[in-house]
């Protein structure tokens, strides 16, 4: 699959569990970031990553964790959870902050 | 920062009709100006775009304008058919300041066949 991948597309974890969401670009852009999309707010900026470097956190709780290894891949590390966190996480990339940006298909995160 | 405001957040129209949804943005500096279009169970996807360098932008049946002194730029629809039930989400950004894109709250707009 070419383009922007997210996986996996679909988990369902307890409010104790730790898992990671994974997001790995092919377009050979340099900017990436976390979206939360939910029925209360459409689409909300989490974390922000610019050639690597964190460039925004959106207030974001400490229970996500991102991680950017290096500028293809981007992870997302949760841990004690809440229910109010499910939603779909979607990962977004661009050649630099200001382009067009391209998502991934998203996970869709239940949280029991 | 940018602030991108959008509206109507839900729309209904009868097939055939045309649609237009409206954005607003803040910051004066911002020169570019994107749709997306989101469907149901699917990855917004970027459907048309316009600089600040034009005021008018058309593919097929979408079209955006901007207004620069306004702060305004909309999209239209027009003959609009039933694969055009979506969520449609503006945004803008300064290319020139690299400031990354600013979206709006989206509009749902449902197509009545």
């Known amino acids: 699959e070419t383009g922007v991948t997210q996986t996996p597309r679909h988990l369902v974890m307890g409010m104790t569990n730790k898992k990671s969401l994974k997001c790995e670009q092919h377009l050979g852009h340099n900017a990436m970031y976390w979206y939360k999309q939910s029925a209360k707010k459409p689409l909300e900026l989490m974390f922000v990553?610019?050639?690597?470097?964190?460039?925004e956190n959106n207030s974001v709780p400490s229970r996500f964790s991102p991680e950017c290894p290096n500028s293809s891949h981007l992870f997302l590390h949760l841990h004690t959870l809440q229910p109010e966190d499910s939603a779909l996480y979607l990962c977004?990339?661009?050649?630099?902050?200001?382009?067009?940006?391209?998502f991934g298909p998203g996970t869709r995160l239940t949280v029991l | 920062g940018e602030n991108v405001e959008q509206h109507p957040s839900t729309l209904s129209v009868q097939e055939g009709d045309s649609a237009v949804i409206k954005c607003t943005y803040s910051?004066?500096?911002?020169?570019?100006f994107p749709w997306y279009k989101q469907e149901l169970g699917k990855r917004p996807q970027l459907i048309i775009d316009?600089?600040?360098?034009?005021g008018e932008k058309k593919d097929q049946r979408i079209a955006v304008t901007l207004n620069k002194t306004a702060k305004h730029f909309s999209l239209h629809i027009t003959e609009t058919q039933p694969e055009d039930s979506a969520v449609y989400f503006c945004a803008a950004s300064n290319d020139f300041g690299n400031e990354k894109l600013t979206f709006g709250t989206g509009t749902r707009l449902t197509i009545i066949p």
């Open positions: 990553y610019n050639f690597k470097e964190q460039t």
């Open positions: 977004a990339s661009s050649r630099l902050l200001a382009d067009t940006q391209y």
């Open positions: 910051d004066s500096a911002s020169n570019y």
């Open positions: 316009i600089r600040s360098n034009v």
